[in-house]
C-alpha cells in the first residue's frame, strides 16, 4: 500500500508542476500540492521533485535566490527579472553550435549549456517610468 501512496505522490507533485507555466519554486508547488493531498509533508513533495527532476520528467532551473521547476524539459534559454522575480521562457532557439566552440575550444566533451539572461522585464520598467 506504501508504494501505491507513494506512485500517487509523485503523480500529484508532477500535475502541479505542469499545470504551472511560470517556473514554480519548490515552496509554491508544495502549497499547491497540499490543496489536492493535505496529508503530503514538506519533505515528501521537495524528495519527490529531486526524483522527477532527475528522471527528467521535469527541469530544474537553478536561478539565484531560488530554485524553479519547469514542466518544459526541451533545452531552452531563461530570462529572470532582478527586480520582481519573475522567471520566463526565452523565444529563441538553443544555440548548439555553442557547444561546438567551447568543445574546440577547451576539449571537453559539452553536453549542454544553460544560460539565464538577467535584467528588468517589461512590467517592472512601466512601473519605474
Ligand atoms: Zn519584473
Ligand atoms: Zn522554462
Given at each position: 500500500m506504501k508504494q501505491v501512496r507513494n506512485t500517487k505522490q509523485r503523480q500529484i507533485v508532477l500535475n502541479v508542476v505542469q499545470e504551472h507555466?511560470?517556473?514554480?519554486?519548490a515552496e509554491q508547488i508544495f502549497i499547491d500540492v497540499r490543496e489536492k493531498?493535505?496529508?503530503?509533508?514538506r519533505g515528501t513533495v521537495y524528495r519527490n521533485l529531486h526524483h522527477l527532476a532527475q528522471k527528467n520528467e521535469i527541469l530544474h532551473v537553478r536561478i539565484p535566490g531560488a530554485d524553479r521547476y519547469d514542466w518544459r524539459i526541451d533545452l531552452h534559454y531563461h530570462l529572470v527579472c532582478t527586480k520582481c522575480g519573475e522567471v520566463s521562457d526565452l523565444a529563441l532557439p538553443y544555440n548548439p553550435s555553442l557547444d561546438d566552440k567551447v568543445e574546440e575550444a577547451t576539449g571537453y566533451k559539452v553536453e549542454r549549456h544553460r544560460t539565464i539572461f538577467e535584467g528588468i522585464c517589461p512590467a517592472c520598467q512601466d512601473k519605474m517610468d
Amino acid at each position: 500500500m506504501k508504494q501505491v501512496r507513494n506512485t500517487k505522490q509523485r503523480q500529484i507533485v508532477l500535475n502541479v508542476v505542469q499545470e504551472h507555466h511560470d517556473h514554480p519554486t519548490a515552496e509554491q508547488i508544495f502549497i499547491d500540492v497540499r490543496e489536492k493531498d493535505e496529508k503530503i509533508s514538506r519533505g515528501t513533495v521537495y524528495r519527490n521533485l529531486h526524483h522527477l527532476a532527475q528522471k527528467n520528467e521535469i527541469l530544474h532551473v537553478r536561478i539565484p535566490g531560488a530554485d524553479r521547476y519547469d514542466w518544459r524539459i526541451d533545452l531552452h534559454y531563461h530570462l529572470v527579472c532582478t527586480k520582481c522575480g519573475e522567471v520566463s521562457d526565452l523565444a529563441l532557439p538553443y544555440n548548439p553550435s555553442l557547444d561546438d566552440k567551447v568543445e574546440e575550444a577547451t576539449g571537453y566533451k559539452v553536453e549542454r549549456h544553460r544560460t539565464i539572461f538577467e535584467g528588468i522585464c517589461p512590467a517592472c520598467q512601466d512601473k519605474m517610468d
